[in-house]
């Protein structure tokens, strides 16, 4: 449902207020996934999936502050090669990227407000919201956190989660979390908990919006708690753990998820680099959601535009109920400080589960994660799991013509980061299982830095099996993608960047052609003036082809910022 102007602006406020203003932010992200059981005492959230203090917090703060706002002025002209238009836009800019760093306060945010106004009148004009923001703070050093976050972003639809052009009508995303983490030991056990609730919004303008979803906003929350020791004074490590999820979609459907699971698992050294572990557990899924309005022959009532619509006095459609055992077996390798593998297979989701994690540190400058995942989950607790696992000190490449944040975030730390379009690719308002694989890679040296991200999910979602329900999508999409950027300092004042993507989307709805996106973008960049001048150039081309569409866009731009 399309938004107005207004309520996006509140929307952005409240998302950029909470992030900036609150007096905390992200732990490690909790998920409705349970965790892998602990191979030692030295646990983090990441091992967990729970509260635990990650390495990054634990680093001695310095304190500082680096907040820049910017003014930016840039002519574009964007063509369609296949025979299309061509379009002058003059680009109007205003933001701020910013840094704190207290002994207890680490904060990090990146806002952008960009309009577009297209000369000839034919193009239209645009504007656009795009930030990325985290704070953590030590509310109590050693035993209390509070976390928050926010995004804003936009893709160019189903299966478009990269390459916006301002040629494209496209879809506003805008997301904030917030929760507390707690940490602390019983005895020898160590004790975790947290709690965060999430917000999601979506502001669709693309053609025909309505028809494929009527995804308004969403309101998630998520608890985790987990006692546990690492082997050492038995045999053995143990971890007992429990977690509740629930989501509720704002759109005339009234979809509702909620998850529950509790788990115990334990670790069991096998040599002094390797570990077996396995764990044991319930859990209770459900979903549900409005009827379609049916007439006298039960037949979907449309509107005049052929969207169907709610009916609040039927029963409640069940669209998600699995409850039952879970368990699985794996091991824990950790050969070296710097390299750690888990892996772990096992029944859950009513059939066969595989999930597994994978880091290595090359040296210093280098570094590479990777992970298989399966998970229930919706896409506004996709989103906030997102932003929640983001580590406070991130870096990101804007989209020089958008100055959208679409690609990957990736952390100071090599491998560190993570990618969004696993979960930009399709925003649905149903719950859905997910099952797929990422990987990252990224680091630095010398004048170069460079980064890259690539994901696969294969999406199967939880909807009433009326074939009325078809408008919305089909019952299972899977995509694709990749992302990379290398950036080199050509001199004190001048730098260079290139940034590249590539996608696929392909789903089960009848009649529907798969979406293939490829593109790339050079920037220069040169700082004048006391770096406070900066003048900018950049070239883009990107292809989209979806059945008999085909489309070829040309870009290039020359700006002017200037930095306070």
């Not at 992200?29 to 959230?45: F, I, K, L, M, N």
């Not at 990441?46 to 706002?69: H, K, L």
């Not at 050969?335 to 090359?362: K, M």
């Amino acid at each position: 449902m399309a938004r107005t102007s207004l309520s996006i602006l509140r929307r952005l406020a409240l998302a950029f207020g909470l992030a900036v203003a609150a007096t905390v932010a992200p732990a490690q992200g909790v998920s409705y996934d349970p965790p892998p059981a602990q191979a030692s005492e030295r646990q983090t959230a990441s091992d967990t999936g729970e509260a635990a203090p990650s390495r990054e917090r634990q680093r001695p703060r310095r304190s500082r502050a680096e907040i820049r706002p910017y003014l930016e002025v840039a002519q574009i002209v964007t063509a369609e090669l296949n025979g299309g238009d061509v379009f002058t836009y003059t680009s109007l800019a205003a933001g701020v990227d910013g840094r704190v760093e207290t002994r207890r306060v680490r904060a990090q945010a990146s806002y952008r407000y960009q309009r577009n106004i297209e000369w000839g009148g034919n193009g239209g004009d645009q504007d656009t919201h795009s930030g990325l923001a985290i704070v953590n703070a030590d509310i109590v050093p050693g035993l209390l956190q509070f976390d928050a976050g926010a995004l804003a972003t936009r893709t160019g639809g189903i299966g478009r989660a990269l390459g916006v052009t301002p040629r494209d009508s496209s879809i506003g995303i805008y997301s904030l979390f917030a929760g507390p983490t707690l940490s602390t030991r019983i005895g020898p056990a160590a004790l975790n908990a947290a709690y965060r609730i999430g917000y999601v919004a979506v502001d669709d303008d693309t053609p025909f919006g309505a028809f494929r979803d009527n995804y308004d906003d969403a309101v998630a929350h998520s608890l985790s708690a987990s006692i546990g020791m690492g082997p050492g004074r038995l045999p053995f490590g143990w971890t007992l753990a429990g977690g509740y999820a629930r989501s509720d979609n704002g759109g005339p459907f009234d979809q509702r998820f909620e998850g529950a699971y509790v788990r115990g698992d334990i670790v069991l050294p096998v040599g002094p680099t390797l570990a077996l572990t396995a764990g044991v557990g319930y859990e209770d899924l459900r979903a549900d959601q409005f009827d379609i309005a049916r007439d006298a022959d039960d037949l979907p009532i449309l509107t005049p535009g052929g969207v169907p619509i709610a009916d609040p006095t039927r029963p409640r459609l069940l669209t998600y109920d699995i409850d039952g055992l879970i368990y699985d077996a794996g091991l824990i390798w950790r050969p070296t400080p710097r390299t750690e593998l888990q892996a772990r297979a096992g029944h859950r989701y009513g059939g066969t589960t595989i999930v597994g994690t994978f880091q290595h540190r090359f040296n210093r400058t280098y570094g590479v994660a990777a992970a298989v995942f399966d998970t229930v989950e919706t896409f506004g607790s996709s989103i906030i799991n997102n932003i929640s696992n983001l580590p406070t000190d991130f870096n990101i490449v804007r989209n020089p013509f958008t100055g959208n944040i679409g690609g990957c975030a990736f952390g100071a730390d090599p491998g560190a980061g993570l990618c969004f379009d696993q979960s930009l690719q399709s925003v649905r308002s149903t719950s859905f299982r997910a099952r797929g694989a990422t990987a990252l890679v990224s680091g630095n040296r010398g004048l170069w830095s460079f980064g890259a991200g690539a994901s696969y999910v294969h999406r199967r979602y939880a909807r009433p099996s009326d074939p009325a329900f078809d408008i919305f999508g089909g019952g299972s999409d899977q995509s694709f993608g990749l992302y990379a950027t290398v950036g080199r300092e050509l001199s004190r004042t001048s730098d260079l960047t290139f940034d590249a993507y590539a996608s696929w989307f392909d789903s089960d709805l009848a009649g529907f052609e798969s979406i293939f996106s490829v593109g790339a973008t050079a920037t220069y960049s040169r700082r004048l003036l006391y770096d406070r001048l900066q003048l900018i150039g950049a070239l883009g081309l990107y292809h989209t082809s979806s059945g008999a569409n085909d489309s070829i866009v040309a870009n290039g731009l020359i700006g002017l910022r200037y930095t306070f």
